[in-house]
């Protein structure tokens, strides 16, 4: 088993950033794609963005492109999600997931059934 932890979630304005950090254990980190997800109150859980085992290819949600930036540091087997002039529609339970497959498109990435361990998830709230 692969344990998930977020963590670097919280209450920030409109237009601030914030750096949500996940940290893996249990697996080899540097085996597994790694992805965001993120889940609005009411709202299905949707893809934000995606990085494979080395860090070479990434993918995003349009919704979030040129904001947030996906990163991994296998060495600390750790993820990031840098994110940037946050907008009120950002606020949401951030999730982290990890999978064994490879991600080939977007339209797999986006796929929740695709990954193998998520995280608990970290709350992010962007206020005006």
């Known amino acids: 088993q692969m344990q998930l932890v977020e963590s670097g979630g919280g209450l920030v304005q409109a237009g601030d950033s914030l750096r949500l950090s996940c940290a893996a254990s249990?697996?080899?980190?540097?085996?597994?794609?790694m992805a965001w997800f993120r889940q609005a109150p009411g709202e299905e859980r949707e893809f934000v963005a995606t990085i494979s085992w080395g860090g070479r290819h990434t993918f995003y949600a349009d919704s979030i492109k040129g904001r947030f930036t996906i990163s991994r540091d296998n060495a600390k087997n750790t993820g990031y999600l840098q994110m940037n002039s946050l907008k009120l529609e950002d606020t949401a339970v951030y999730y982290c997931?990890?999978?064994?497959?490879?991600?080939?498109?977007?339209?797999?990435?986006?796929?929740?059934?695709?990954?193998?361990?998520w995280g608990q998830g970290t709350h992010v709230t962007v206020s005006s």
């Open positions: 997931a990890a999978r064994r497959s490879v991600v080939t498109s977007i339209q797999t990435a986006r796929v929740k059934e695709g990954y193998d361990y």
């Open positions: 249990g697996r080899t980190f540097s085996n597994y794609a």
